[in-house]
């Protein structure tokens, strides 16, 4: 059994991680902004953190995630101004891989996006430019960290069920992937140690999730 802290916890990705977490017997601390989202996260079987990580310093962040044996990063701005974007998505989030070495937890999960990167190739007067920006950041102080991390580069995320097969890719056939199968493979990545210092992009195929994940290694 393990103490997993999943950042942005109230999210549909983060919902389904918890349920699936919990279920294995895993300790789950769901972290997020609003209080009104205490009851959702505690019926999914995780013990509610309420923080604004964009407020929080690194040592703060670092109190908040002492005593996990990992972290997922599944947090998001929600689209919102480009200054909301970069506070959570970039500036946040590698406050929170720097809390999680001074918290001495060495293992990151970060959801990232299927093509995410410096070489990324969104116009700058595209609404998408800031997050795309914020995510090549803090995907490479992710890389750049002693952590023993792994990239997860989801396709365009939908709300259908999800299948458990997948394909590992980083040009696919599909542009899609359930929310469900994303919380599935980041399940797998936190139990596989041959994923730690990867980047695994996929959407949905016709492999199984354990199966593509470990075809990729």
């Not at 937890?105 to 410096?118: E, I, W």
């Not at 023993?148 to 709300?159: K, M, N, Q, R, V």
């Amino acid at each position: 059994m393990s103490r997993i802290a999943i950042i942005g916890g109230h999210g549909k990705v983060a919902l389904h991680l918890t349920r699936i977490l919990t279920g294995q017997d895993h300790q789950v601390s769901s972290i997020f902004r609003n209080p009104d989202h205490s009851d959702d996260v505690e019926q999914a079987g995780a013990t509610p953190v309420v923080a604004d990580l964009a407020e929080l310093s690194v040592e703060q962040m670092a109190d908040v995630l002492r005593g996990h044996d990992a972290v997922v990063w599944s947090a998001g701005s929600g689209g919102g101004s480009p200054e909301a974007t970069y506070a959570v998505d970039r500036d946040a989030a590698i406050r929170s891989m720097d809390a999680a070495k001074q918290a001495a937890v060495g293992r990151y999960v970060m959801v990232s996006y299927l093509g995410a990167g410096k070489d990324h190739g969104v116009p700058e007067d595209n609404d998408f430019f800031p997050y795309a920006e914020s995510k090549a950041a803090a995907d490479e102080h992710l890389r750049n960290s002693e952590l023993a991390w792994t990239i997860l580069g989801p396709g365009a995320l939908t709300t259908d069920p999800g299948t458990g097969k997948i394909e590992v890719s980083s040009k696919p056939e599909n542009d899609s992937v359930p929310r469900e199968d994303v919380a599935r493979v980041a399940a797998v990545v936190l139990a596989n140690l041959g994923t730690v210092d990867k980047t695994i992009e996929f959407t949905s195929g016709d492999t199984a999730i354990d199966e593509a994940i470990e075809a990729s290694l």
